[in-house]
């Protein structure tokens, strides 16, 4: 087709080859040059843009415009911690980022696991909460202008961690919930940050003994999950259904002489 005959809010997709199968993805529209404006802060920042980010981001809280956070990844100090709640055929999701000190000027942040109700289950709200840190992670960096450090990302669901994480583990277009390993996979691969990840076993408040840091973190994020599923139960929340940064077609790549 002429390029010429392209709407005026076209952007361009972006291409890449994995395992043999070439990927294009690409969602939301180019920003008007005329009305753009600089976010006055980082919570403006995680609440405006295309819906297919937002959905992820926008329900964010931190009270001091991301700057410990911004220092504690410079230093590779950063940890994320995220949990995922099924529950009533829905899903939802929630995930804390902190510096090295606890409780210290952190980020929280719950979401609504996207895509149809049909393909909501316990592993794709588990993929939600990573999805939504790589999401935050990255407005934090743009938002401070970082270039370098590392974060490393907590979940009990080892088998999401792997899947969304692990370099040697590879998936493809007919992967269970591919849409949303694409996509921390596309974030992952653009951010110039190192990311690492250790598995954490969850639900530890049901045994007797005290709670590390990491465990502690992860009931809180299972109880603010559940509590975010059951708002969305009551308030009949509108489930997003792109995904920015998601694969969204793939076919056989050409061999290469």
Known sequence: DNPSNLPPDATPAVCVKKNGTI??????AKADPKTH???QSLLSSLQRGPSSRTWATADSECDDDGLYLAQSIKKGEAIAVSD???????????CLIEGPSPHTHRLSCT???PGQLR?????RAELTGLYMVTQIVDKICSYHNITSGSITVACDGIEALRKAMASDVSYSSLSSQFDLISAIDTAINKSPLLWKWRHVKGHQDDYIGPLDRWASLNVECDNAAKRRRRYDIQQCTPIQEQINGEYWRGYPAPSLK
Do not use: K, L, P, R
Not at 23 to 28: K, N
Not at 84 to 94: L, N
């Open 23 to 28: 990927f294009s993805y690409g969602w939301g």
């Open 119 to 123: 393909f909501h289950d316990a592993y």
């Open 84 to 94: 995922g709640s099924y529950m009533e055929g829905g899903g939802s999701a929630a």
């Open 111 to 113: 979401s609504t696991v």
């Open 37 to 39: 404006s600089i976010d």
